[in-house]
């Protein structure tokens, strides 16, 4: 088990009976960028077993957050949903990962199309500095099944207005963009579907995706992945990677 450590949970968070999130200690070794993901699990039979899992708090944080699901028959997240303030996680020693800004080229309007639990590594990109000082907007969208599944992203945003490290460039820059599927809401559609609509950029003010100005994150179920990526490529936007930064990137991480 050298490739992960122990580290302690300070802190657990229900939201729903699908949704949870947690923190845990942060060694002073563990450096990773925005948007970053980390192996992360517990020891099972003896061994442990690990899933990708997107760090969600900001790269300066002391602690170390994460947004998960709970998979009924899921091998680790059946456990890890029952973990409480104190146990051990096994953490893994190195963060990689394809949301980061490094794998953009600059542009001016920084779109993060999220579902579920893939809202974790915007949670990171959207309270990092960096993020405000590469693009004049920045537009969270997170698309739930249920109201309350949005909980987790609506208290995150309401927090960056009063973070004092990214509060008031947060606040000209970024706007919150939320929809539901399965229950009426102010906005119901997938975000794919508010795409094709022209609602998202009718109520944004915005001109649709162009790759000359628009950058692209995208996090979700691999079905979104691919409904999303074939709307940035019908766009022109290209595909970007850490060692060839692009328009758009993709994350393919996922917990079970």
Same mark, same amino acid.
């Given at each position: ?33 925005? @948007?970053?993901? &980390?192996? +992360? =699990?517990?020891?099972?039979? #003896?061994?442990?077993? /690990?899933? *990708? ?32 303030? @104190?146990?051990? &996680?096994? +953490? =893994?020693?190195?963060?990689? #990962?394809?949301?980061? /800004?490094? *794998? ?153």
């Amino acid at each position: 088990m050298a490739a992960v450590e122990p580290e302690t949970v300070t802190e657990v968070r229900h939201y729903t009976d699908r949704l949870f999130a947690f923190r845990l200690t942060r060694p002073q070794s563990f450096r990773f960028r925005s @948007g970053e993901f &980390v192996m +992360l =699990g517990l020891e099972v039979d #003896g061994k442990p077993l /690990l899933r *990708a899992y997107s760090v969600a708090s900001p790269s300066w944080d002391e602690t170390l957050e994460f947004f998960s699901i709970k998979v009924p028959d899921g091998p680790l997240t059946s456990r890890l949903q029952n973990i409480q303030v @104190g146990d051990q &996680v096994l +953490l =893994g020693k190195k963060a990689t #990962g394809t949301l980061v /800004l490094d *794998a953009l080229l600059p542009g001016k309007r920084l779109y993060l199309l999220s579902t579920g639990t893939g809202i974790a590594p915007f949670a990171s990109v959207i309270r990092d500095p960096e993020t405000y000082e590469r693009f004049d907007q920045v537009i969270l969208t997170h698309t739930c099944r249920e109201v309350a599944e949005l909980k987790y992203g609506q208290d995150l945003v309401e927090s960056i207005a009063e973070d004092p490290l990214v509060g008031e460039f947060a606040a000209g820059k970024l706007t919150y963009y939320p929809s539901v599927t399965r229950e009426p809401f102010e906005r119901k559609g997938r975000i794919t579907q508010l795409m094709d609509d022209g609602v998202i950029y009718d109520e944004l003010g915005v001109p649709p995706l162009n790759p000359e100005t628009d950058r692209v994150m995208i996090c979700g179920s691999m079905e979104m992945l691919a409904d999303c990526k074939d709307r940035c490529e019908a766009a022109g936007l290209t595909e970007g990677s850490n060692a060839r930064p692009a328009e758009y990137v993709v994350e393919k991480a996922f917990a079970g």
